[in-house]
């Protein structure tokens, strides 16, 4: 079994900048691919950003390009998500998550990913 542990989430001001983390434990994530994703009060689930397996590639929402950098280390099984210039419409539960199958290069599908953190709270006041 995998957990996924979310941490970093809270309140900023419209304008600045967080670092949201997913630490894994149980299971090496090393050879997966790694996603973020987010859900705002009544919307769905939403695809942020994704990293392969081996670092390689990236893949973001075309909304969030330029603003969020999702990261990874892998030896420590951990993933991150940076976020800069946050606007208000970014206030959402930021969830990670390991896709199903190993050596993946990062799917925007939810339905790809087979194991999820708890989330974390981001709050964006304007």
């Known amino acids: 079994q995998v957990q996924l542990v979310e941490s970093g989430g809270g309140l900023v001001q419209a304008g600045g900048s967080l670092s949201v983390s997913c630490a894994a434990s149980?299971?090496?994530?090393?050879?997966?691919?790694m996603g973020w994703f987010r859900q705002a009060p009544g919307k769905d689930r939403e695809f942020v950003a994704a990293?392969?397996?081996?670092?390689?590639?990236?893949n973001y929402a075309d909304s969030l390009k330029g603003r969020f950098t999702i990261s990874r280390d892998r030896p420590m099984n951990t993933v991150y998500l940076q976020m800069n210039s946050l606007k208000p419409e970014d206030t959402a539960i930021y969830y990670c998550?390991?896709?199903?199958?190993?050596?993946?290069?990062?799917?925007?599908?939810?339905?790809?990913?087979?194991?999820w953190g708890q989330g974390t709270q981001v709050t964006v006041s304007s």
């Open positions: 990293m392969s397996w081996n670092e390689r590639n990236t």
């Open positions: 998550a390991r896709e199903l199958s190993p050596y993946g290069v990062g799917s925007r599908r939810a339905d790809d990913y087979a194991y």
């Open positions: 149980g299971r090496t994530v090393a050879n997966y691919a």
